[in-house]
């Protein structure tokens, strides 16, 4: 793969440097470096990712507080380096959040629980009456701009639809 390189050239380099020429997409660390974020497929592996971690998990053998400890420690940190890269769609954010809510209430995608409190509710601050669980779009925000801050060296106030720089 070579941006405005002649294909030729490029071939020539790769056996000098004895690599194979790719295309994109490709995956690097973990990320595929070329595809679409705004696609859902290209979220396919955190979601899957999820969903193999819960099914390891057994609902029915977990208390009520080691279902919140796991969903805050574990299930929240696998997305969590896609999320620091790329805005995540809302339709990613629900799937996941919907996994996060089944595994929390004891049921999974084929057997529903009723969900006791709204998840809203649940996702507030335990001194404002919640668990103290990351609303996963709020949070993505969060990452977003403490990376922009890295980048930049600069504070970064930021609203739903604007990112401000503070000089």
């Known amino acids: 793969m070579g941006y405005n390189v002649e294909s030729q050239w490029l071939q020539i380099m790769a056996s000098i440097l004895h690599c194979r020429v790719g295309s994109t997409p490709f995956s690097y660390l973990g990320l595929p470096i070329g595809a ?13 990712n999820v969903k193999k971690r819960l099914s390891r998990w057994k609902c029915t053998t977990l208390s009520f507080g080691g279902r919140i400890a796991l969903l805050k420690f574990v299930l929240h940190s696998i997305p969590i380096y896609f999320l ?26 084929d057997n529903r629980k009723i969900n006791w409190v709204a998840w809203d509710v649940v996702c507030r601050d335990k001194i ?20 922009l801050e890295n ?15 503070l000089n």
Not at 91 to 104: R, V
Not at 133 to 142: G, H, P, R, V, Y
């Open 151 to 165: 980048v930049s060296g600069e504070n970064i106030i930021s609203t739903n639809k604007r990112i401000f720089h």
């Open 128 to 147: 404002h009456g919640g668990l103290g669980i990351k609303d996963l779009s709020t949070f993505n925000l969060a990452l977003l701009k403490m990376a």
């Open 36 to 48: 679409n974020y705004r696609m859902i497929s290209t979220w396919y592996p955190v979601i899957e």
């Open 84 to 109: 620091s890269f790329f805005k995540a769609p809302k339709g990613i954010i629900s799937s996941i959040e919907s996994l996060f809510k089944y595994f929390l209430w004891g049921g999974d995608q």
